[in-house]
Nanobody, 119 residues
Framework: QVQLVESGGGLVQAGGSLRLSCAAS????????MGWYRQGTGKQRDLVAR???????NYADTVKGRFTISRDNVKNTVYLQMNNLKPEDTAVYYC?????????????WGRGTQVTVSS
């Protein structure tokens, strides 16, 4: 069974930085897309950033120039470096990955990690 486990969330002041990590575990054949989504209180879950296995990336307009997504294909881990954080970045951040195992290819989600930015 595939699991995604996030870490690195917390409380930070506006203008500060945090680095999120998400490690995929299980019997994994390959991982194509990996990404981060976030959901603020009372809001829908929105894309923050995605990265393909070859390294291509895309970002939400609201985080371009401040956030950087990267991945380590050997460790099956995706990272999100968040700089110049703003109070509106406060949300639960979820890791997402499209994973191929021996039996199937499916999309998986982590449980989320809270990021709180104080003004």
């Amino acid at each position: 069974q595939v699991q995604l486990v996030e870490s690195g969330g917390g409380l930070v002041q506006a203008g500060g930085s945090l680095r999120l990590s998400c490690a995929a575990s299980g019997i994994i054949f390959s991982i194509s897309d990996m990404g981060w989504y976030r959901q603020g209180t009372g809001k829908q879950r929105d894309l923050v950033a995605r990265i393909l296995s070859g390294g291509s990336t895309n970002y939400a307009d609201t985080v371009k120039g401040r956030f950087t997504i990267s991945r380590d294909n050997v460790k099956n881990t995706v990272y999100l470096q968040m700089n110049n954080l703003k109070p509106e970045d406060t949300a639960v951040y979820y890791c997402n990955a499209v994973v191929s195992t021996i039996v199937r290819r499916a999309e998986y989600w982590g449980r989320g990690t809270q990021v709180t930015v104080s003004s």
